[in-house]
């Protein structure tokens, strides 16, 4: 199959470029400059430039492009970056694929902020959107799809939950505090706290590419877990205590309304990926935290 790729330089984008490569794929990735190689093809978002070639070539358009919220103050001009640097470069990919190709497909990333901050209950893909300021840019960012899906393009958007791995996501958060035994929760741990290892991440796109799906799917493990299970695994992995717990407060003050990812509870569960049949690699937190330190310590896992 033949992709086309925005945001291929991200955490996601790069284990997904390199799976699909080994697998025997092709991919074009969408780039913000010249392009250097016959795998690139340039575009500008914001001038509303892409070749309708590039994207009329595609088996499958995925699209992870967005700025970065973690660790970030979601609020005046970096929340409106956040915010136009998904719907701008969404409704363009939307609207060529409209007009070049609406018998293709394309894969939204989206994130799991959509559902707010809805406490214990568990929320399948049918869940509303949420009263947060997320909540408001990623229906922003899902709705960009609208001239893609009125134009009977299959789209899935992808609603990812905490990413982790052993670098960027959530690693960069939890793991310097972790591995120093300096950390047991994030507020008082009992937040459900949904997460997917970066190698399923990777699996689960390229798994989408192959389905007959339209619509919303959660991308989270199959277990619920909390703030404070994750934590203790991964400091489990480490072979380091777990000890701190950092209150909610210096959490909210460090990134602000960001902070509702870390501390509010998300009970995310994947009905939609297990009605597809999709089978994890990394299905609970303690295999996926000690492939993320065996990772670190430079052994090399078979995954």
């Given at each position: 199959m033949h992709y086309v790729i925005a945001g291929s330089s991200g955490l996601i984008g790069t284990a997904l470029v390199e799976r699909l490569r080994k697998s025997g794929h092709t991919c074009t990735t969408l780039v913000r400059r010249e392009a250097r190689t016959?795998?690139?093809?340039?575009?500008?978002p914001t001038g509303g430039m892409i070749d309708p070639d590039v994207i009329a070539s595609a088996d499958v358009v995925i699209n992870l492009a967005g700025a970065s919220i973690g660790g970030k103050r979601l609020q005046g001009a970096y929340l409106e970056k956040v915010r136009s640097s998904r719907t701008v470069t969404t409704a363009l990919l939307s609207t060529t694929l409209a007009r070049t190709r609406p018998d293709g497909r394309l894969i939204q990333a989206s994130a799991m902020g959509y559902y707010g901050t809805p406490g214990d209950h568990p929320l399948d893909e049918t869940a509303p959107v949420g009263r947060t300021v997320l909540a408001g840019v990623v229906d922003e960012w899902e709705s960009s799809t609208d001239a893609a899906v009125?134009?009977?393009?299959?789209?899935?958007?992808?609603?990812?939950s905490h990413v982790l791995a052993p670098w960027g996501g959530l690693a960069d958060r939890l793991l310097p505090l972790v591995r120093l035994g300096l950390l047991r929760s994030m507020g008082n741990g009992s937040q459900w706290m949904p997460w997917i290892s970066l190698v399923d991440a990777a699996r689960a796109f390229e798994f989408l590419s192959t389905r007959d799906h339209s619509g919303p799917i959660n991308l989270c493990s199959p277990h619920e877990t909390t703030n404070r299970e994750v934590i203790?695994?991964?400091a489990h992995a480490a072979d380091r205590p777990s000890l701190i717990p950092v209150p909610g407060w210096i959490i909210r003050a460090l990134i602000g309304p960001a902070s509702h990812d870390m501390l509010n509870s998300q009970r995310l569960v994947p009905t939609a990926l297990k009605k597809l049949g999709f089978e994890w690699t990394h299905?609970?937190?303690?295999?996926?935290?000690e492939y993320t330190m065996e990772k670190l310590a430079g052994i090399n896992p078979t995954h």
């Open positions: 016959e795998t690139e093809s340039a575009w500008d009125q134009a009977g393009v299959a789209v899935s958007l992808v609603r990812t203790h695994a991964l299905p609970t937190i303690d295999t996926a935290a």
